[in-house]
């Protein structure tokens, strides 16, 4: 399966690429993005990153998920609709998280890099 990009591939420019599709591995699901939002980073990203990095900039999406990995916990199902924010780290399963609280996780896991 293969999805479409919009990759930077120079200062300022955006190019559409296709790109391979991998299954998800455990504790990953995949989504079918439909919306996706370029915010300040994003932008600032475009305007100067290294082409040779092959960046996609966008990480705050809408979408379906489509592809179960391993382990995955049973809140998440096939179809269901789900969005991706700029946040990271947070379990997406306590009470704190299904309420869109992700700044009060129990199970926050400190993400580097």
């Known amino acids: 399966m293969t999805y479409r990009a919009a990759e930077i591939t ?9 790109c391979e599709d991998t299954a998800p591995a455990p504790d990953e699901v995949l989504n079918a993005v439909e919306a996706c939002g370029i915010c300040g980073a994003d932008r600032s ?10 960046r996609v900039p966008g990480h ?4 379906k998920i ?11 199902k096939l179809g269901q609709r789900v969005g991706v924010g700029r946040f990271g780290g947070h379990c ?3 009470p704190q ?12 896991v400190a993400q580097i890099g």
């Open 45 to 54: 990203d475009i305007s100067t990153t290294d082409p040779a990095v092959h």
């Open 97 to 108: 998280c299904r309420a869109g609280k992700f700044h009060l996780c129990r199970g926050f």
């Open 66 to 76: 489509i592809a179960l990995g391993v382990g995955v916990p049973e809140i998440w």
């Open 60 to 63: 705050e999406v809408v979408g």
């Open 92 to 94: 997406e399963t306590c």
């Open 10 to 18: 120079g200062a300022g420019v955006l190019t559409l690429v296709v």
